[in-house]
């Protein structure tokens, strides 16, 4: 089984902090991604990465950045926390040449 | 208008109903068609997904895909309490990026 595990269930930061969430998978695949999934908005890519020290922007890069340095991980950056980044983040992997993505079980991050 | 359309819900059933989810899409392009549950506070899961037209059957899921008329459906037959969750559907063009499309997800209830 594809297991793709997500280094906090919940993480509460104050506004200002560097926040790093991390995501590793344990299949080797190729390209992992970072989504965002707020209510009413469905999920939004933020970045995403086909290779190590790959990264390519999503949607909504704005306030993010990623670190690929290891195949299997693949982390998510804040640089300086917002209120408006209190989100549901989903990380997902994909084997190459697949659409179908695994995901892991999320980070709810609440930003006060 | 959104490239993929979903009704957000909650579609509320009674337990052994049969339940019909779907989305619309505007990208004639798209060939892969995936559906994903989500249960509360878990990330999604893939569930099924068909490539290009036609039924694809798993169980009590039946994924249908019709691209005359950019509409996809998931069916659930004898519905559970336990298939109460978000169902996402997802797309994306064979060939090219292999970073999909989601929907914005239906909420479904199955009470007993």
């Known amino acids: 089984d594809v297991k793709v595990t997500q280094s906090s269930r919940y993480l509460v930061k104050r506004t200002g902090e560097k926040v790093f969430l991390e995501c590793v998978q344990d299949m080797d695949h190729e390209n992992m991604f970072w989504y965002r999934q707020d209510p009413g908005l469905g999920l939004r890519l933020i970045y995403f990465?086909?290779?190590?020290?790959?990264?390519e922007k999503g949607d909504i890069p704005e306030g993010y950045s990623v670190s690929r340095e290891k195949k299997e991980r693949f982390s998510l950056i804040l640089e300086s926390a917002s209120t408006n980044q209190t989100s549901m983040y989903l990380c997902a992997s994909t084997p190459d040449s697949s659409y179908e993505q695994y995901f892991g079980p999320g980070t709810r991050l609440t930003v006060t | 208008q959104k490239e993929v359309e979903q009704d957000p819900g909650p579609l509320s059933v009674p337990e052994g109903a049969i339940v019909s989810l779907n989305c619309t899409y505007s990208?004639?392009?798209?060939?892969?068609f995936m559906w994903y549950r989500q249960y509360s506070r878990k990330g999604p899961e893939l569930l099924m997904y068909?490539?290009?037209?036609g039924n694809k059957e798993d169980g009590r899921f039946t994924a249908q895909v019709d691209k005359s008329s950019k509409y996809i459906s998931l069916f659930i037959r004898d519905s559970q309490p336990s298939d109460s969750a978000t169902y996402l559907c997802?797309?994306?063009?064979?060939?090219?990026?292999?970073?999909?499309?989601f929907g914005r997800g239906t909420s479904l209830i199955v009470h007993p």
């Open positions: 997802a797309m994306t063009s064979s060939g090219g990026s292999y970073i999909p499309t």
């Open positions: 068909t490539y290009s037209s």
């Open positions: 990465s086909y290779d190590v020290k790959m990264k």
């Open positions: 990208n004639s392009a798209f060939q892969y």
